[in-house]
Every structure is written in C-alpha cells, then in structure tokens.
C-alpha cells in the first residue's frame, strides 16, 4: 500500500507553474485564430480602389470579384476568365442564394469592363452588384 502522508511531506514547498505548457496553448490558438480569421478583402489582384464620400458598408459574407487596371479578373482569390463569371456566381448563389457580389475594380479600370463584369454578375442571378471603394480622403 502507498503510504500518503509520506507522499504528502515530500511534495510540501512552492507550487510550480509549468510555463512551457501555457505557451504552448498559446501557440495554438495563435494558429487557430490565424487559420480562421477572414480574409475576405484579399481579391487575388493589386488593386487601387477609387474614393467615395457616400457608401455603406456589406456583410462580410459576400463574393469579390476583383477587377484589375488592365482588365485581369480574380474570383475570390483566383485568376478566371471573364467567361467564367456567370457559371461561378451561379454556383456560388444556388448554396447561398442571400450573397451580394462586390466589384473590386482598380480607379483605372475602363467603365466597359466594369459594366461587362457587373452584368455577367447579373446575369449568373446576383441580385446585389456593389462596387467597393476607400472612404474619402483624409
């Protein structure tokens, strides 16, 4: 049998705090917020949106399609062909039928391949066609 009082003398003293455990918990969760956090504003383009002084500001929850200087297109992060528009917001919009689509086109982008954008977004069933730009300047 053990004998406890003998185990209990032993072990009196200073209670320990393992430090290396709480920093590895900390790291962790560091690496769950990382992989988790939103990162909803990245369309896959360098892109130099215009200002506005009026706007409103959409749920997070929304498809971006970026829309660069010279024409180059991004769907969520992903280079795709103007073609391709309709069939992916279509895809997108038939398992959430509720989600806006935000144009995010540079200031130097022509106003042709804004509207030809903004109407195969329309076309694939979009029922809100938003355009993103900065806030006024400071």
């Given at each position: 049998m053990i004998d406890l009082t003998a185990l209990r003398r032993r072990h009196r003293g200073q209670p320990e705090l393992v430090i290396i455990s709480l920093i590895d918990i900390m790291m962790?969760?560091?690496i769950f917020l990382l992989s988790t956090a939103s990162s909803s504003h990245?369309?896959?383009?360098?892109v130099e949106r215009p200002y506005a002084t009026s706007g409103a500001t959409l749920d997070s929850e929304s498809m971006l399609i970026g829309i660069g200087a010279g024409g180059q297109l991004s769907f969520e992060g992903k280079r795709v062909e103007?073609?391709?528009i309709r069939r992916l917001v279509?895809?997108?919009l038939a398992r959430r039928?509720?989600?806006?689509v935000i144009?995010?086109?540079?200031k130097e982008t022509p106003a042709e391949i804004l509207v030809g954008v903004m109407d195969e977004a329309q076309q694939g069933g979009a029922k809100r066609v938003?355009?993103?730009s900065r806030?006024?300047?400071p």
């Open positions: 962790v969760l560091l990245e369309v896959g383009l360098k103007r073609l391709s279509e895809e997108r039928p509720d989600l806006a144009l995010v086109a540079d938003a355009i993103a806030k006024e300047r």
